[in-house]
């Protein structure tokens, strides 16, 4: 049911998380406050109601406690408002839902990270392990629709926005070959149509804005790739 | 926690064909495993799993609340995977695997929320208001995130990095002591919840966390502790986990497998 009560969102303007939260909430069409915070100096608002993780996005609706982490303020706006619902109708379909957001989350970021910021082996054997992940998860989206929610956007979607937009981001800043039209033609189709939407595109950084400001991160991304690839 | 005496038995039987040592059962099993009567169920279950695994535990918790009779099948992890869970879980390649008519679905947590979902004339595990459930989830979480990881730690590692493991291991106590406060369960005025099916399962391996983190729950989270031994008597839980020592002579089996001192 939709409430009355304000909805802010503490967030990052280059953060995917933060994306999550905000492309719930418009493609829902809760109107809601943004709150934009400096992720290298974190301000006592952020700290207060995200003292666990310490993270954005964090949703405050009213004056209740704050609700952390993206995928579970997605489903929260979802189940909290009207509109058209980002979660599937059909129970094993919601399972399958979770599970490659979970994928997404738990299981592909040190790999993509190694892919995109190592070199030599190491990087060989993560950007396999990457264009693995890649060709599961574009085997993922329904035949013949455009989203992976099917006609509309859905939970599943928004979950994999980063790679939409942040993962050409990198891979433009590194130079790396991953995503790219001839090994996954159909994931880089819905790349496009995801960022390309009316509504997904108001809440997604300037791709020019993002490059600028990643770019000179990029030996701290390497350095942190190399710790990675030291521990394996 | 005391090893479990149930009411309802299962028996572990595996039907996974030739990955899986044949010696299975009877080896890896304790003699006092809780067993169940290993008919073909009617609401056509089947759960991939792993006698001592705290996920599948989860749901052979979650499976007990709603009184939903299924198969249970026992993939021996440290003789190597089955043909059947390398096709129900080929991404993961990992236990528990919940089958429904056939049809996988993985992840502990994703699990439990599925046999909310599916089976909605059963008692559920997530509330039905969605800020409570938000919560849940949130916790839940956590949960997943950290337990188990920095539980590992304390008993792989040794000097420094131990010490660290068992500071982490300190605040993650101290954090949920906060979040339980002064109610029954996590799941508050749910009653037992999500949370609670997510971390009990882990409840056993606070035995192991003390003797290698030297330090006593009872002392770091007082009232962990106490919602420990009152999840212990609750009749799911207990006849989903094995007792303290089995675990910790896991862990020592886990150790020598890793050529770990």
Redesign the interface.
Known sequence: MSSPAAVKVIGAFDSPFSHRAEAALRLKGVPYELILEDLRNKSELLLTHNPVHKKVPVLLHGDRPAICESLVIVEYVDEAFQGPLLMPADTLARAAARFWASFMDKECGESMWMALWTDGEAQAAAARETKTNLTLIEGQLPVGKRFFGGDAIGYLDIALGWIAHWMRVFVEISGARLLTEEEHPVLCRWAREYTADETVRQCLPDRDRVIAALTPRKELYISIAKAMAAQR | MLSCSPTSTHHPHSTSSQHSHPQTQTDRHPSNAPTMASEKSSSDLTLLDFWVSPFGQRVRIALAEKSLPYEYVEEDLLAGKSERLLQSNP??KKIPVLL?GG?P???SL??V??LD??FPDTPSLLPSD??A???A??WA??VDKKVYDCGSRLWKLKGEPQAQARAEMLEILK?LETELGDKEFFGGEHGFGFVDAAFAPFTPWFMSYEKYGEFKVAEVAPKIAAWAERVGKRESVAKSLYSPDKVYDFIGVLKKMYGIE
């Open positions: 991404v993961h429904h049809k679905v993985n992840e994703i699990i929320q599925y979902e599916a969605p800020y459930r938000a919560q989830r949130f979480d956590y954090t």
